[in-house]
């Protein structure tokens, strides 16, 4: 099927991320909405996103958002409605009639699904009911590197029919990682139909010169002195109290500030209890809500943070020094990510039960490790998703060549370039 529009129009995409913990799913969706916005796909999109903070991100103006109810998923992994007084079943039923009313309507060439098949708690499942009839739209699956223990995903995964919605309702599945460091496809056994429609794209670099330059940060983000720091950023907050904590109390070495970022969600008496300590802790500062906080990264000596798919690749496409204090729970996906990027010398880790101030103060002091072995991650995605997706559509493409496709289910399959 090649989609046919008139030429003067814009190829239109639509991308859902259901964000039910953190921020990492909507600034990952934005990250390929900036390159599809670009040319050469000169996109116009849709950005579908469960996070009302997601509207305070820095957008391309072919880019606008559709803002649903929020979910709020606790440590045990359940859900329930954030702020409205509804039932948990309630606030699905109307988010999913608002997203297929959306797509009704803005009719997208492209739909590119984040992390969840049949969306949370099923919602998507109408939107992909809809589109399967109409079948002018093309959708896509993306999936992050990691996504869990292995035995716990095909067990989910079979018993909510994921596999028979990625066979009913999608043409490709991407992986925006690579198989060198975790081969998604091998780890988690996917099937002949799975495999028949997945591609690794290689990691998305935010640092790609194509992607906005970053404001600076000055004294808006509290480093306007100049002095070096350690920065600790806990992802949105939700569950990154005990690390900012133990942070604020670790021993820094001799003229290092410390900076922390304690994310939209974090419970507001965690945060007082931080501002607090800050006004007697010369050289702490403690910062809430950053919506792009790839400024304050590039300029740290040295990054302590929790293990998301988004932190991890900015620190490693930095090559900045740092220590990983992973979520274990409701899933074990930042720990195998920190293990893994351990295991190949590119990070360090302590699990979230070892943690101590203690513990931070010896890793700041420590000698710092030469990273120069990063430069062997593929760091190509967002460079191969404009090319993959004219694969897709049937459609040409100008512009430079894509970087050397990364082979499928390979224990040495890591790109060239």
């Avoid at 809430?288 to 790839?294: A, C, L, R």
């Avoid at 203690?358 to 190509?380: C, L, Q, Y």
Wanted: with cysteine.
């Amino acid at each position: 099927m090649n989609i046919v529009r008139d030429t003067a129009s814009k190829l239109r995409i639509a991308l859902y991320s259901h964000d039910t913990m953190g921020l990492g799913h909507s600034r990952r969706n934005l990250l390929i909405a900036r390159t599809l916005t670009a040319p050469p796909t000169n996109a116009s999109v849709l950005m579908i996103t469960g996070v009302r903070q997601a509207g305070a991100f820095a957008a391309p103006a072919a880019v606008d958002f559709l803002t649903l109810p929020a979910y709020y998923k606790n440590r045990t992994g359940e859900y329930r409605a954030q702020l409205l007084a509804l039932s948990v079943d309630a606030l699905a039923k109307l988010r999913g009639a608002t997203i297929c009313a959306a797509l009704t309507n803005f009719a997208p060439d492209v739909f590119i699904v984040d992390n969840v098949p049949r969306g949370a708690l099923n919602e998507l499942v109408p939107t992909l009911d809809h589109l399967a009839r109409e079948g002018r739209t093309r959708c896509i699956l993306g999936l992050r590197d990691v996504i869990d223990e292995p035995a716990i995903v095909q067990s989910q995964w079979l018993q909510r029919k994921n596999f028979e919605a990625v066979r009913d309702y999608y043409d490709a599945v991407w992986i925006y990682g690579d198989p060198a460091v975790y081969d998604t496809a091998i780890e988690y056994d996917f099937c002949s139909d799975m495999l028949g429609k997945t591609r690794y794209t290689g990691y998305l670099d935010p640092q790609q010169p194509d992607q906005p330059s970053h404001a600076p940060s000055g004294a808006t983000h509290g480093d306007g002195d100049g002095a070096p720091y350690v920065l600790c950023v806990v992802g949105g907050g939700q569950d990154g109290a005990g690390l900012a904590r133990a942070f604020s109390r670790a021993k820094r070495p001799r003229n290092t500030r410390g900076l922390i970022v304690t994310g939209p969600f974090m419970p507001d008496s965690e945060r007082h209890r931080l501002a607090r300590r800050a006004t007697t802790e010369a050289g702490l500062t403690v910062l809430g809500f950053v919506p792009d906080p790839m400024d304050l990264m590039l300029k740290a000596e040295a990054i302590v943070a929790m293990g998301g798919y988004n932190t991890v690749s900015e620190i490693l496409s930095m090559r900045k020094r740092a220590l990983l204090v992973p979520r274990c729970t409701p899933r074990k996906e930042q720990l195998i990510r920190a293990e893994r990027l351990k295991a190949m010398g590119h990070i360090d880790y302590i699990r979230a039960e070892a943690l101590t101030d203690v513990g931070i103060s010896e890793w700041m002091s420590a000698p710092a490790p030469d990273h120069a072995n990063r430069t062997a991650i593929d760091f190509k995605g967002l460079d191969r998703i404009p090319h993959f997706l004219a694969d897709l559509t049937g459609s040409a493409i100008a512009g430079p060549t894509a970087p050397p496709r990364i082979q499928l289910c390979e224990s040495v399959s890591l790109a060239a370039g």
